[in-house]
């Protein structure tokens, strides 16, 4: 079993620079997603741990071995490393088997149709790419990945040509099939949703430096920076000021902060949706200081839930899901509920 | 996005199709009739004689050794161009396509011009090699260029050093292309009659020719015509199933990106400038230098400039006559071809494209019978001639029309409709107007083409009009090579057009990621060129 350390790496094409000075340690056996928007330098990284690019400066590390440093330099077809690039790339020219076989030696006809069986493809070694739909493509591109046996398997963007539906279901076995191998991953996506779920930890990239690497929970309830809170998902973020240890005053009332989380005067909170109820105004006992008061200014029907948002009286507007139909109608009076705590962000 | 409708076409338009068709068949089926009238007696006479055997065997062994020749040059050339990092190669890129532009007769005379001992089979393939490289670089490097990079990074993670992964997981992309370009290299050399003739190679044109001159045997003539043209068929057939299977071959639209370059070294620099210093300078160099010399040193008959400017005039003249009625031949049949299909579209699509396989001797030689025979009044006429042309390049024009029409989203023509417009108003305030410059440069290419065919116009011309191709052609007959020199120039100017169109096509389709769109435009640019 091996782990990736990549440390202080440079690399880019020709002269200009894509990631600067970059470090990453993925453990052995780990799922680690880089979630980064495009142009961030995640592929780029993903080019240089494979072998696909050479950096400029820094060194690459399979397990003890060096794999990449300014003197050493392992070409990929020596590193045991599998690729799934976007949209499979299955060899065109070549059926199913014979792209599974690939990279076996030859005469290991056994093993492509065990290969074929773990991706679910059993049978199907006949059939040319051209005649699979593209989660089976993906299916055939990983079995090809994974045949020679690697010790790191890099993923990029795998999924994002597929429906919703298909992405999810092939996330879920492919996360299950690499931790049963125990094959360390490293998958690269711009999706926030699929880095959080699939991943055992997900390192954030912005214009080729990592921005955090922590464990999804984590990354989602305590990001790095104003940045990142809002690329891991739908943030609402207050202007909060510090009234006592761990407690700050904001438009939606006092809201405790997160333990450990940094102590300043003022600053920015961050919720998320899904910490924010809304009650009927009239649900409330008259003088109860229960929640923000605030009128309904409009409401987005999305099926699950609904999206609306709420004008408080203390001035600003704020987004709150409601589950369900929940009918908060425009106009209506309505008190907006923190429920958890908060973190400040800069 | 489809750019097809599934329903069934327009009576009228379906009947203007095959109507169009039916006159591009005329040539083909005239021949057949008049083969069929000789008996089959002295058919299989004619096919068994030895001579018979051995033009075959000559054609055969000139196209296997062209299309072969082609390839062992044709393919590092490519890779150069679409992979390695060569100095200028966007320039080389444009000259290599440039020996299109060089009609085959006229790279011949510039070659004899300098060696006048030039002659035979092997003086014959190498100037056919020279000329007709293009259809194995230009297409081989478009498909390297745009096959996918990511299979090469997988096949080296998979085990394969850089060579290897390029040999297994990209070249298989561009053999397609490989195919089909020899196939069009085979074609050309089977239907060439300038440079075979020129150095008396006993190929099929020039025995066609001959036996047709020898006016006692024209059974014969029309009997090879009748084989030539069963071996043409049968490589447009192939090459069309081959261009369709590369088509297959794509699995999905993936981000176009472009594969990294190789950088060579000092020495692999020096040896890739040499290596396209060399096939450019044979290609293009000598054979312009030469024509350039001989037009310096003049000729014992002072150059009638006059002379020139009729053959020119007179050039144009039929041309224009024959591309008027290419696509007036075409309109209906690419309507047809871009917006249905199914059997009886792609039937009479085929039958419209039948020039592709009827090499210019051949279609001389059945309009000379057919005049001659039902309507002697016809016989070398102006009409005729230009009949000639619009025959052998209606596929030209088709092709042009058919993509221009392809590129026009058929929602335009019904959002016209509910906006109040008749079927044809709408038609014409869509399709037409959009489509039809694209119908005009086809019938342009008509035109530039048809002024250099020299068989059929040799055939086929009333007596006393000269064009630029048989001026150049009585020149070269009587060894008078720098009275010949202006207008080979005035030809291989007139040539460059079609070519360079293609070249930039071909680019366009490089970088482009429509790829719907750009299948139309790439038939559409072998179309062109297409022998």
């Not at chain 2, 008959?301 to 003249?317: C, H, I, K, Q, T």
């Amino acid at each position: 079993m091996t782990g990736v350390a990549v440390k202080d790496v440079s690399a880019g094409y020709g002269a200009g620079t894509v990631l600067a000075d970059l470090s990453l340690d993925v453990g052995s056996g780990e799922f680690l997603a880089v979630l980064g928007a495009s142009g961030s330098g995640k592929t780029t990284l993903l080019k240089v741990i494979a072998g696909l690019l050479r950096p400029q400066s820094g060194t690459v590390r399979f397990g003890d071995r060096i794999v990449s440093s300014p003197d050493e330099w392992v070409p990929p077809e020596r590193r045991r490393v599998g690729l799934v690039p976007q949209e499979g790339a299955l060899f065109p020219h070549l059926t199913v088997a014979g792209n599974v076989a690939f990279g076996l030696p030859r005469g290991t006809g056994e093993d492509v149709d065990r290969l074929l069986g773990l991706v679910g493809m059993t049978g199907m070694g006949g059939l040319r790419p051209q005649e699979l739909s593209g989660g089976q493509q993906q299916r055939v591109a990983l079995a090809r990945a994974l045949a020679p046996a690697p010790e790191v398997i890099c993923l990029d963007e795998p999924w994002s040509a597929l429906d919703a539906s298909l992405r999810v279901r092939l996330r879920g076995e492919v996360r299950e099939l690499l931790a049963g191998l125990g094959t360390t991953a490293i998958l690269v996506t711009h999706d926030q949703e699929e880095a959080l779920s699939i991943a055992d930890r997900v390192a954030v990239v912005r214009d080729g430096r990592i921005v955090q690497v922590d464990a999804p929970e984590v990354l989602y309830s305590r990001p790095a920076d104003l940045g990142t809170a809002s690329f891991v998902g739908e943030a609402i973020l207050l202007d909060a000021r510090a009234v006592r240890d761990g407690v700050v005053s904001t438009a939606l009332g006092e809201i405790h902060l997160v333990t450990g989380s940094p102590q300043r005067p003022a600053g920015l909170v961050l919720l998320r949706p899904e910490q924010l109820a809304i009650v009927a105004e009239h649900a409330v006992g008259p003088g109860e200081p229960h929640g923000a008061p605030g009128s309904v200014a409009a409401r987005s029907y999305h099926g699950h839930d609904s999206l609306v948002t709420v004008r408080l009286d203390a001035g600003p507007e704020i987004a709150v899901r409601a589950p369900g139909g929940a009918g908060a109608a425009p106009g209506e009076r309505v008190r907006v509920v923190v429920g958890g705590p908060g973190v400040l962000v800069e | 996005m489809t750019s097809r409708l599934s329903s069934r076409p327009p009576r009228a338009l379906f009947g203007a199709a095959v109507a169009a068709a039916l006159v591009a068949l005329i040539p083909l089926v005239y021949l057949v009739v008049r083969v069929a009238d000789a008996g089959l007696a002295q058919v299989l006479e004619t096919l068994a004689r030895p001579r018979t055997v051995e033009t075959v065997g000559t054609s055969v062994a000139l196209t296997l050794v062209v299309v072969a020749a082609c390839l062992l040059l044709g393919l590092p050339t490519a890779w150069l161009l679409a992979r390695a990092r060569v100095w200028q190669r966007r320039g080389w890129l444009v000259l290599v396509a440039l020996p299109l532009a060089i009609p085959s007769y006229v790279a011949a005379y510039a070659w004899i011009a300098i060696f006048p001992g030039m002659s035979g089979f092997w003086a014959a393939a190498f100037v056919l090699t020279l000329v007709s490289l293009p259809y194995v670089v230009v297409p081989v490097v478009a498909a390297l260029r745009s096959a996918d990079p990511s299979l090469e990074e997988v096949a080296r993670t998979l085990g394969r050093g850089p060579r290897r992964a390029f040999v297994e997981a990209t070249l298989p992309q561009a053999w397609p292309a490989a195919a089909a370009g020899s196939l069009l290299v085979a074609l050309y050399v089977l239907s060439d009659f300038g440079a075979v003739s020129l150095f008396r190679v006993d190929a099929f044109t020039r025995v066609i020719y001959a036996s047709y001159r020898a006016s006692f045997d024209r059974t014969t003539a029309a009997v090879l015509a009748l084989v030539l043209v069963a071996l043409a068929a049968g490589l447009v057939l192939l090459e069309r199933r081959v261009r369709g299977r590369s088509r297959r071959f794509r699995t999905s639209g993936a981000a176009l990106r472009p594969a990294p370059d190789v950088a060579l070294t000092g020495r692999g620099q020096v040896g890739a400038l040499a290596w396209l210093g060399v096939l450019i300078g044979l290609a293009i160099v000598v054979p312009v230098a030469s024509l350039l010399i001989r037009l310096a040193e003049g000729s014992r008959r002072p150059l009638d400039v006059g002379e020139l400017a009729r053959a020119a005039a007179n050039s144009a003249g039929v041309s224009l006559i024959g591309a008027a009625l290419a696509v007036a031949l075409a309109v209906p049949v690419a309507l047809l071809a871009a917006r249905y299909r199914g059997a009886r579209v792609s039937a009479v699509e085929t039958a419209a494209y039948s020039g592709h396989a009827l090499p210019g001797v051949v279609v001389g030689l059945s309009l000379v019978f057919l005049t001659i025979n039902l309507f002697p009044a016809a016989y070398q006429t102006i009409a005729t001639l230009a009949f000639a042309y619009a025959v052998l390049f209606l596929p030209k024009s088709i092709g042009a029309t058919r993509s221009a029409v392809a590129a026009v989203p058929p929602i335009l023509e019904q959002t016209a409709r509910t906006l109040g417009r008749s079927a044809f108003g709408a038609w014409r305030s869509t399709t037409l107007r959009l489509a039809w410059p694209g119908a005009a440069a086809g019938g342009l290419l008509v035109l530039l083409t048809a002024m250099k065919e020299l068989p059929a116009t040799l055939m086929l011309r009333p007596t006393g009009l000269d064009t630029l191709a048989t001026e150049l052609w009585s020149r070269t007959e009587v060894a008078a090579y720098g009275a010949a020199a202006p207008y080979a120039l005035a030809l291989i100017a007139l040539a460059a057009v079609p070519a360079w169109l293609m070249s930039t096509a071909m680019h366009r389709r490089g970088g482009s990621t429509q790829r719907a769109a750009d299948d139309d435009e790439a038939d559409a640019a072998v179309d062109m060129v297409a022998p």
